[in-house]
């Protein structure tokens, strides 16, 4: 028995409640900049609407993107003080990792994916460049195997690295919705897979850079 | 005679008074004054003075260790020539209602056994004893009693509200708990050791350190308010001006908790916030 509140934040903002494995409820805003306001609302939303109470919820899953700054961290911050607050157990997961299981409910696409032709899971990580990793395979339960990622890189390069290692990879693009999340974290935790780690993927270094410490400005006086 | 003192928090000036009652009170065993004025400045222990007409009748001290949910009163002491009256009980009364405040379950206290009218006085406030020491006052080698009170009832009996503020605007995530117009616990994990590397405050860094101080932060506040979330009247947020990043985090962390808790959320401005502390005791 389980009541999963799941939240992703790395594109739009989307809540979602998973019980047992069948989504209950979901709120989806495309609106990446209002994040921080959407999301107390989502979250009552989706509890409305499942008729569920904070204190029932007992797994709170948060994707950890990775995705563009700006809106991973109000999700996850949202994600820690609702599992405060309700007194609930929480996980992070990898928010392709959602896209992969989505993917791979599909039959036709579990029977041809394999470690040799894998499916290649891409979101856009803005500044002409992608999210991507690869899977080999799905658990019963439905928690995908991730062989390869998550990496940022630019799409010419990820084609080119593809044909040099051989691959011709299984394509998806879908968007990760807390939904897929929710049932992904569902299979994590039937898989015992399911993590608490809920740091934050950005992927990339913070723009600012530490300045030479040996670098002085003004003039040497000596 | 009518009551006409005022029970006042202790400042360093009290000290000389102080100590004067002290060395009457407490013949043989006296606190030092380097003692005495260490506990006046110490963390976590609040102390009071007893004044009518300017002079000083009484004084005594609490100290309640954040988290532990205890008070101890560390000393009290009445005017010989003033006792009876009942000064003694108003300044328990503070003590006690003090300590509550500051997160108190529930209060200690030691006696000495061969003082029952301060053993009465310590039952009619609720205390009951507890356990003893043997030859606990030195030298007279008189045992101690020790007394426990629940501070439960002061506890929820007309209590200020309790709000817990997130504040994320600049370079650093604060968490605040107020009763009323009384800070219990601010605890800020600021990121200025970051910072200082980069030269200033660099938005994304700073967001990234709330991020990961928000859990921490939240735990260290409730334990030095010595309360618990179920316990929240409200909870605030900051909700500008201030870098939009990492502002938001709190935003989003406060309207979570708002919903999880089923707790009132208000937005306060950061300026509003930066001057509320100020003016907060
Ligand atoms: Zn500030």
Redesign the pocket.
């Known amino acids: 028995m389980s009541i999963i509140l799941a939240i992703d934040t790395s594109f739009g903002t989307s809540v979602a409640l998973v019980e047992d494995g069948v989504v209950r409820a979901e709120v989806n805003v495309d609106d990446t900049m209002k994040h921080a306001e959407r999301i107390g609302e989502a979250i009552a939303q989706v509890l409305a609407v499942a008729d569920v109470r904070p204190a029932q919820v007992s797994e709170v899953v948060v994707g950890r993107g990775p995705a563009p700054f700006t809106g991973l961290r109000v999700g996850i911050a949202a994600a820690v003080m609702f599992a405060e607050g309700a007194r609930a157990k929480l996980f992070g997961a990898v928010s392709l990792d959602a896209i992969a299981r989505t993917e791979l409910e599909s039959a036709e696409l579990r029977a041809q994916v394999s470690h040799d032709r894998p499916l290649l899971v891409t979101s856009d990580a803005r500044r002409g460049e992608v999210y991507a990793a690869l899977y080999s395979d799905v658990t019963k339960a439905g928690s995908p195997v991730r062989i390869d990622g998550p990496f940022v890189i630019k799409p010419a390069e990820l084609e080119a690295q593809l044909e040099r290692r051989a691959i011709e990879p299984l394509r998806a693009t879908a968007p990760v919705t807390a939904a897929s999340l929710g049932l992904l974290a569902d299979a994590l935790l039937i898989d015992g897979l399911l993590d608490t780690d809920v740091s934050a993927l950005y992927l990339r270094d913070p723009d600012a850079t530490v300045p030479n410490p040996k670098q002085r400005v003004g003039k040497a006086v000596s | 005679m009518t009551n006409t003192w005022v029970i006042l928090p202790a400042v360093e000036g009290d000290l000389d008074e102080i100590m004067a009652l002290e060395n009457a009170s407490f013949a043989t065993d006296a606190w030092s004054v380097d003692n005495m004025h260490a506990e006046l400045e110490v963390a976590h222990t609040a102390y009071f003075v007893v004044r009518e007409d300017e002079r000083l009748i009484g004084y005594g001290g609490v100290s309640v260790i954040p988290g532990t949910g205890q008070g101890d009163i560390q000393t009290i002491a009445i005017d010989e020539f003033e006792r009876g009256r009942g000064v003694g009980r108003s300044l328990m009364g503070a003590l006690m209602r003090e300590a509550a405040t500051q997160g108190a379950r529930e209060m200690f206290l030691e006696v000495r056994a061969d003082n029952p009218s301060a053993i009465g006085l310590y039952r009619s406030l609720g205390f009951e004893q507890i356990d003893s020491r043997k030859r606990y006052y030195m030298p007279d080698g008189v045992d101690a009693l020790v007394m426990r009170a629940n501070l439960e009832p002061l506890r929820t009996q007309d209590l200020e509200p309790l709000v817990l503020g997130i504040?994320t605007?600049?370079d650093?995530t604060g968490i605040g708990i107020v009763r009323g117009n009384r800070l219990l616990a601010n605890v800020i994990s600021s990121s200025m050791d970051e910072h200082a590397r980069f030269g200033g405050v660099v938005p994304e860094i700073a967001a990234r350190a709330h991020l990961e101080a928000l859990r921490p932060t939240l735990h260290e506040a409730l334990n030095q308010a010595g309360v618990t979330l179920d316990e929240l009247d409200a909870i605030a947020v900051t909700n500008g001006p201030g870098l939009a990043g990492a502002l938001m985090v709190g935003v989003g962390a406060a309207k979570a908790l708002a919903v999880a808790t089923g707790k009132p959320i208000y937005a306060v401005n950061?300026l509003v916030g930066?001057v509320g502390v100020d003016i907060l005791e």
């Open positions: 504040e605007s600049c650093e950061h930066h």
